[in-house]
């Protein structure tokens, strides 16, 4: 069953490939790097780890969301990294992971498989895929 399109908390509008962008109305976005996961706690808007191998996520966008990158079909979710996500995130009620995926993947997104052991009730979570118009 494909995922849903995900509509994040920033004004961010993605165009499919090919279609006109249509007038934004945008406003800067703070942008910080992180060491630690739990450094993003207290910062509202997107923390980039500074690691190239954080666990689960690419990024995290305060108050609810780790965003995945990804070209890939099937991109397993590690127990720990979602556990540590989701202890840092300022709105746990309404944590999510969002893979970002290019057109050719987008329609038919599967949900992803958690690798490890997870407490769903303590750690709940869900997932969105949105579309990004890039080449692959």
Same mark, same amino acid.
């Given at each position: 069953?494909?995922? *849903?399109?995900?509509? %994040?908390? @920033?004004?961010?509008a993605?165009?499919?490939?090919?279609?006109?962008?249509?007038?934004? @109305?945008?406003? *800067?976005?703070?942008?910080?790097a992180?060491?630690r996961?739990? +450094?993003?706690?207290?910062?509202?808007?997107?923390?980039v780890p500074?690691a190239?191998?954080?666990?689960?996520v690419?990024? @995290? %966008?305060?108050p +609810?969301?780790? %965003?995945?990158?990804?070209?890939?079909?099937?991109?397993?979710?590690?127990?720990?990294? /979602?556990?540590?996500?989701?202890?840092?995130?300022?709105?746990? $009620?309404? $944590?999510?992971?969002?893979?970002?995926?290019?057109?050719?993947l987008?329609?038919?997104? *599967?949900?992803?498989?958690?690798d490890? $052991?997870?407490d769903?009730?303590?750690?709940?979570?869900?997932?969105?895929?949105i579309? /990004?118009? /890039?080449?692959?």
């Amino acid at each position: 069953m494909p995922l *849903p399109q995900q509509p %994040l908390s @920033v004004d961010v509008a993605i165009a499919a490939a090919g279609a006109a962008m249509p007038d934004l @109305v945008t406003e *800067p976005i703070n942008i910080i790097a992180y060491k630690r996961m739990s +450094e993003t706690k207290t910062h509202r808007g997107l923390c980039v780890p500074l690691a190239k191998n954080e666990a689960t996520v690419d990024a @995290v %966008l305060q108050p +609810e969301t780790g %965003l995945q990158v990804t070209r890939s079909k099937r991109h397993g979710l590690k127990a720990s990294g /979602i556990r540590n996500l989701i202890d840092d995130l300022e709105d746990k $009620a309404s $944590a999510n992971i969002t893979f970002c995926v290019p057109p050719q993947l987008f329609d038919d997104y *599967p949900k992803q498989a958690v690798d490890g $052991a997870l407490d769903s009730r303590k750690y709940p979570f869900k997932q969105f895929a949105i579309l /990004i118009p /890039i080449n692959v």
